[in-house]
């Protein structure tokens, strides 16, 4: 695809080729992330970071990003204080708003809101979560994770075993993950849910339409076996028409370290969006994980200030300068990432 100037609504538009150099330039970004260097090549470029759903990673981090490469973030966080709420519609607020921006992050509760919206903007527009269909910005930023983290131990994408876990229809990250991985080739999915909350079928048959093997079951245990990657997800509650359906499956699939001791192979990575829902009732990924190496929750979250950078980058067309225009920082010390 071409970059400068391009919306990224779905991982659909993404060909094998894009997806690499969108990692290419992740990669590139790290000096800058880790504050060794900085660069202000978007000095006077505005950021409009408009989430009118809940988010503190990827809203953070797409703002994180921006800054890192010199831009300045303006937000609008709530639908109650914008007027949304006073009925007008997305044609005239994405009028309005990208006359003020130079680029749009946005998350709406409505799929397909953000296409919509990118429709009548004059700025390229990213999307950042649109209700249950897409979050192609996640997608991205959980296989670099996955490709880093197999990579490390010898393995690669093509002919990976992975199970996802959890509320696989209301899942915009699972949705968006399994499409962009059918990039690669051979993938084993297993799909572990409650039936209730399997899989869109549509997915389903895509995948297997296009070469991949997919396994649906309701048998965590069994469905834990043989895999490289668990990818765990929270029973998406706001997508239910009350907490107490929602309840029906919370805690339904829970991984401790017990669990996973007991079924998963010794080098099986452990990832999950975040966040993760920690009450006592849900617990879908245990505490008692949380120093275990395969856990990769929090360098998903590292890479996606990464990977929102490269695609920063691309979509302003300034990859190249931004190097060029790169200079050491002075009060770096020491940062693990
Ligand atoms: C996810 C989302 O918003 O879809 N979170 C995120 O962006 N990292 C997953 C979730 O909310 O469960």
Avoid at 112 to 123: H, L, Q, T
Wanted: hydrophobic share 35%; aromatic share 8%.
């Amino acid at each position: 695809m071409h970059f400068p100037g391009a919306h990224i609504l779905s991982v659909n538009q993404f060909e094998l080729a894009d997806v690499e150099r969108i990692f290419d330039v992740a990669d590139s970004m790290v000096p800058f992330a880790h504050r060794e260097r900085m660069t202000k090549v978007l000095d006077g470029a505005i950021l409009g970071n408009m989430f009118f759903e809940p988010s503190t990673r990827t809203r953070l981090s797409f703002g994180c990003a921006f800054n890192l490469l010199g831009g300045e973030v303006r937000e609008t966080t709530d639908v109650k204080t914008s007027s949304i709420s006073k009925g007008e519609s997305l044609y005239d607020t994405a009028r309005v708003i990208s006359g003020y921006n130079d680029i749009i992050v946005m998350r709406h509760p409505q799929g397909g809101s953000v296409a919509e919206f990118a429709k009548a903007s004059r700025v390229p527009v990213i999307n950042a979560g649109d209700g249950p269909n897409e979050h192609p910005s996640q997608a991205l930023l959980d296989l670099y994770t996955i490709r880093k983290e197999l990579g490390s131990a010898g393995k690669s994408i093509s002919g990976m075993h992975i199970a996802m876990v959890g509320d696989l229809k209301h899942g915009r990250t699972v949705h968006s993950l399994s499409r962009l991985i059918q990039l690669y080739d051979n993938i084993h999915f297993t799909m572990i849910s409650p039936k209730e909350l399997c899989m869109p079928e549509e997915i389903v048959e895509e995948l297997r339409r296009n070469g991949h093997t997919v396994i649906e079951t309701e048998d965590m245990e069994q469905g834990l076996v043989g895999n490289d990657t668990l990818y765990l997800t929270r029973i998406q509650e706001e997508r239910f028409n009350s907490k107490m359906e929602a309840d029906i499956y919370r805690g339904r699939f829970r991984l401790n370290e017990a669990i996973y001791t007991r079924y998963c192979q010794p080098k099986t990575v452990i990832m999950h969006p975040l966040p993760r829902d920690s009450r006592a009732d849900a617990n879908e990924l245990d505490n008692d994980l949380n120093q275990h190496p395969n856990l990769a929750i929090f360098r998903q979250t590292d890479n996606g200030v990464l990977v929102r950078m490269a695609l920063f980058a691309l979509s302003l067309d300034v990859c190249e300068q931004v190097h060029k225009s790169a200079r050491e920082v002075n009060w770096y010390t020491e940062r693990r990432f």
